[in-house]
Each structure stands twice: as structure tokens, then as C-alpha cells.
């Protein structure tokens, strides 16, 4: 179980497609990856152990030992011999990011296409199919004040003017700056 406020079953926190091509371990994984780099999990917080977490969700002990492993050998957590289990600071490793992730949920998909028959031809059509759908949505949502210049290049982002403090000096955001 995890304690945030409220306590969440790890069976609910780790929900695993058996019917999924995706091994479970790869499931369990992604799953980490996915709560530790989205915040859910902070740095130094304590996972579960390896014997509870398997015995939660259902799955072979080996299966989640070769999973901290892992995760353990790309960094995203620290092991501490008699102690546990405990997530590392991720926010500066090289590519933990949106793109990253996408990168690996488009493979997925990828993948998952072509369990079903799809051909490379057939996913390309029907992914523009539905991005078109979605870009025509979002213009009509964004309305008349919309830069489809800006919207050539991808997604923009506005970052808020620096605030000043009561010198009139701009704050910097702790950085050194």
C-alpha cells in the first residue's frame, strides 16, 4: 500500500493487462517509470518491497525483483541493502521527458497495430486520420485568437514574465542566475 494522504492498494497503483502482448514485468515497469517521472513518486520516497508489491498485484516475486533491477540499472531508483527500496532523483537524467515517453507509447502503439493485421500504410492513415479529428477540435475550441503559424511548429509553450521583487530587481528561480 501507498501512503499519500491516503492510503491506495497496489493491486489499483499497478493495474496489469494479462491480455496484453506487453510482458508483465515491461507492464510493471512502464508503470514505475510512469508515477516516478510524473511525481506521483518523489525522490527518496520508499517502494514497496519487492515480496509485498508481488504478493499485491499477483505476479511472481522474481517478476518484480527483475523489475526493481532494472529500474535500478537505468536509475530511476536506489536500493539500500536491509532497508528498501527508494526513488532517485530523476529530474536532471537525460531523457526522462514527455518526448521520451511518447517515444515509448508510440512503439507501443506501433505494436499493438500490427498484433492486429494493420500494415505501416494502414496505422499511418488512421493515426492522421485521428490527428487531423484532434487538430480540427482544438482549432475550433482555441477559436479566432489562434497562431496557426505557431501551431506549424509544434507545440508552444508560454512561460509567465520573471517576477519582480520590491527592489525592482527580477527573482531568479534559484538556479545561480
Known sequence: MVELGRTIPAGDLFALDDASSIP?????????????????????????????????????????????????????IVSKRRQGAFVADVSN?????????????????????QELGMSLEDIDAQFTAVLVAAKAKRDKSEGAGYDTQES??????????????????ERSAGNGA
Open 93 to 113: 537524467k537525460p531523457g526522462v521527458s514527455a518526448e521520451v515517453t511518447a517515444e515509448i507509447v508510440t512503439a507501443e502503439y506501433l505494436q499493438r497495430c
Open 152 to 169: 506549424r511548429r509544434g507545440r508552444l509553450v508560454k512561460f509567465p514574465e520573471p517576477a519582480a521583487d520590491s527592489s525592482g530587481a
Open 24 to 76: 508483465v514485468w515491461l507492464q510493471l515497469k512502464n508503470r514505475f517509470i510512469y508515477l516516478i517521472t510524473s511525481g506521483f513518486y518523489l525522490p527518496g520516497d520508499q517502494l514497496p518491497t519487492v515480496r509485498g508489491l508481488a504478493a499485491e498485484v499477483e505476479v511472481n516475486y522474481n517478476t518484480v525483483s527483475k523489475v526493481y533491477q532494472s529500474l535500478e540499472e537505468d536509475g530511476y
